[in-house]
């Protein structure tokens, strides 16, 4: 670990709750400032055609895709954010993961209040989204999408690289086994 000692659980904790709450309250606080600034479903430009605002009420999940089983969305929304606090309370020790699933269980808490609490109802509601990138593309549609989102896709890609790294949720690494060299004895 770098000669850094392991967050305690407490501290641990705190840390994820106060980047979870940070992340959510941005996130909240844009989606309000979209929706009483912007008109629904007309391209504000911000940075040409790089960047724009454009805001949208979202039923499916990234991309519109799913739009019919948005009870879903709000149900795998749920599920990690009640396995993120299980998990940093039984396993996280380290300073990375912990930054790492706070700023994640931000995000899903962002959508997820939308999902439980917008239009059309509880449970059904509609994710607000309103940054626009023309330029990215997936499956013949513009990237529309909002704070809690680009924070769950980084940390995704985050939790990735340290799993791909072999960092555990303590900080330690794992240690890859070497085959011996020709020649060289193996010791048990």
């Known amino acids: ?14 840390l994820v709750a106060i980047l979870a709450a940070s992340v959510l309250a941005a996130d909240q606080l844009s989606k309000y400032l979209a929706i009483e600034n912007l008109p629904l479903r007309e391209a504000v430009p911000v940075w040409g055609e790089f960047l724009q605002w454009y805001l949208v009420y979202n039923p499916g999940a990234a ?3 799913g739009e019919e089983y948005t009870w879903i969305f709000t149900i795998a929304l749920g ?9 940093v309370v039984r396993s996280v020790r380290s300073r990375v993961w912990a930054v790492t699933l706070g700023l994640l269980l ?7 209040f ?4 917008r239009e059309p109802g509880f449970g059904v509601g509609h994710v607000v989204d309103f940054i626009l990138t023309p330029w990215m593309w997936f499956w013949m549609n513009p990237a529309i999408y909002n704070v809690a989102d680009m924070f769950i896709v980084t940390m995704m890609v985050v ?5 791909l790294r072999g960092v555990r949720l303590d900080g330690t690494r794992e240690h ?13």
């Open 176 to 188: 890859r086994e070497t085959p011996a060299e020709p020649g060289e004895q193996v010791k048990d």
């Open 106 to 112: 931000g995000g899903v808490l962002g959508n997820l």
């Open 79 to 87: 599920a990690v954010a009640v396995a993120i606090p299980v998990i």
């Open 1 to 14: 670990m770098r000669g850094r000692a392991p967050l305690h659980t407490a501290a641990a904790g705190i």
């Open 114 to 117: 939308d999902r439980l609490f």
């Open 63 to 65: 991309f519109s895709l």
């Open 159 to 163: 939790v990735a690289v340290l799993i």
